[in-house]
């Protein structure tokens, strides 16, 4: 991967979380903290995004959650870069607590839906309602030692995401 690097690397993962993670490790989310090019992450819950009967691509609504850091603007213009004109709804939000980072956040994203509580169940309980087809996540790999225990925002939603998760690394 480092020497041919493709534009997209797709990869299926267990999504293990907690002692399953520690104990078996993951080669998904090794390598998408290992390189800088999106990856799109199937977890276990994720349902399929081709339609069986078609090929076609079956993506109606797309859920992209934003916080100050990593960059949501460069995750946003790469995501553009990458899909194009996909003819789907795309719906901005922010989880957690409602803070003056949202309130910065609502200046760049109007239409951000702010989703307070955890984290992670607040971009599940999301994607969710949004009947989301793909979540997709800027990530910024583990911070600090809290995030190296439990695993990143990414790897936890990725455990019950109800669909793919693609991954723009910062």
């Keep these: 991967l480092q020497q041919h690097p493709p534009d997209l690397l797709v990869a299926a993962s267990h999504g293990r979380t907690g002692i399953n993670w520690w104990l078996s490790g993951s080669v ?19 349902r399929p995004f ?5 090929g076609r ?14 960059s949501p603007v460069e995750a946003a213009r790469q995501f553009q870069d990458m899909m194009g004109d ?3 709804r795309l719906s901005y939000v922010h989880a957690g607590e409602k803070s003056v980072e949202s309130g910065q956040l609502l200046e760049l994203f109007p239409d951000l839906n702010v989703q307070p509580g955890d984290v992670v169940s607040s ?13 997709v996540m800027p990530t910024a790999g583990h911070h600090g030692f809290i995030d190296a225990l439990r695993g990143s ?5 990725l455990h019950d995401a109800p669909c793919p ?3 723009l690394p910062s």
């Design 86 to 88: 996909i003819p789907a």
């Design 165 to 167: 998760i693609l991954a």
């Design 123 to 135: 971009i599940l309980r999301a994607a969710r309602q949004a009947g989301a087809d793909m979540i």
């Design 57 to 70: 691509l079956n993506i109606h609504n797309i859920l992209f959650p934003v916080a100050a850091c990593p």
């Design 153 to 157: 925002v990414t790897q936890r939603v």
């Design 50 to 54: 081709i339609a069986e009967d078609t």
């Design 28 to 46: 998904a989310i090794e390598t998408l903290r290992m390189i800088s090019i999106p990856v799109l992450l199937l977890g276990p819950a994720a």
